[in-house]
C-alpha cells in the first residue's frame, strides 16, 4: 500500500513571503501525484498535478518539485497572499490503482 | 466544462434515522466516482468508489452503502445512522484514475 505524510500540520508566512508545503509518500511504485486546497466550508480544490516522469511543473504562482530517490513531493507558492489560506492536502496514487491516498494536510495560515 | 452537484449542503439527522446523499456530474460521461468522509483533523477517508453503473466497491465496513443508478448519479444511503456516522460527506469525479478527482462542495452531517 501507500502512506503519505505531511511534515507540518501548521505553517504561518507573511504576506508576500514564499511558502513551502511539504509531503512524504512510502511507496516507489507510485506515479502520479496532486495538490489539494481546501478553503473552510468547501471541498477539496486541484491546484495542480505531476506525474512520476518529471521533477518539476509550474503553475500561476505555484510549483511543485518531486524528488523521487527520497519519495518527497513540495508545493511551493510565491508571494503568498491572505487567500492562500486554507488547509492543502497531497494526493499520491499507486500504479493502477484506481484511489489516491491523502495526506492529512497542512494549514496554511497568511498573516497581512 | 464539467460541474458536480451535491446536497444537502448540510443536514441534521436523529439517531436511527435514515439517509440519503446525492451527488450528480454534468458535463462529462463515464466518469469514476467517489464519496468521502472528512472528520475533524482533516484526514479524507475514502467510503466508496465507482467505476462505472452499478459498480461499487467499498473501502471501509460501516453501515453505510452506495448506489449509482445512473451514469452520473451517485447516492450515499444508510438504513439507520449512527452517531459515528457525523462529518463531512464529499462527493467527487474524475475521468481516469491518473487524471485529478474534483470534488463537491459537501454536505456537514450532524447525528443528534
Known amino acids: 500500500g501507500e502512506s503519505v505524510g505531511l511534515h507540518l500540520p501548521t505553517l504561518s508566512v507573511q504576506e508576500g513571503d514564499n511558502s513551502i508545503i511539504n509531503c512524504a509518500y512510502s511507496n516507489s511504485a507510485s506515479d502520479y501525484f496532486i495538490w489539494y486546497k481546501q478553503e473552510s466550508g468547501k471541498g477539496p480544490q486541484f491546484i495542480i498535478d505531476i506525474r512520476s516522469n518529471m521533477d518539476k511543473r509550474q503553475g500561476q504562482r505555484v510549483t511543485v518539485l518531486l524528488n523521487k530517490t527520497v519519495k518527497h513531493l513540495s508545493l511551493q507558492i510565491a508571494a503568498t497572499q491572505p487567500g492562500d489560506s486554507a488547509v492543502y492536502f497531497c494526493?499520491?496514487?499507486?500504479?493502477?490503482?484506481?484511489?489516491?491516498?491523502f495526506g492529512r494536510g497542512t494549514s496554511l495560515i497568511v498573516h497581512p | 466544462s464539467q460541474t458536480i452537484h451535491q446536497w444537502p449542503a448540510t443536514l441534521v439527522q436523529p439517531v436511527g434515522s435514515p439517509l440519503s446523499l446525492e451527488c450528480t456530474v454534468e458535463?462529462?460521461?463515464?466518469?469514476?466516482l467517489y464519496w468521502y468522509r472528512q472528520a475533524a483533523g482533516r484526514g479524507l477517508q475514502l467510503l466508496f468508489y465507482?467505476?462505472?453503473?452499478?459498480?461499487i466497491s467499498s473501502e471501509v465496513p460501516q453501515n453505510l452503502s452506495a448506489s449509482r443508478p445512473q451514469d452520473r448519479q451517485f447516492i450515499l444511503s444508510s438504513k439507520k445512522l449512527l452517531l459515528s456516522d457525523s462529518g463531512f460527506y464529499l462527493c467527487?469525479?474524475?475521468?481516469?484514475?491518473?487524471?485529478?478527482?474534483?470534488f463537491g462542495d459537501g454536505t456537514r452531517l450532524s447525528i443528534l
Open positions: 494526493a499520491v496514487r499507486m500504479v493502477g490503482s484506481y484511489i489516491p491516498t
Open positions: 458535463g462529462t460521461s463515464n466518469p469514476n
Open positions: 467527487a469525479w474524475s475521468q481516469v484514475s491518473n487524471q485529478p478527482q474534483h
Open positions: 465507482s467505476v462505472g453503473i452499478g459498480q
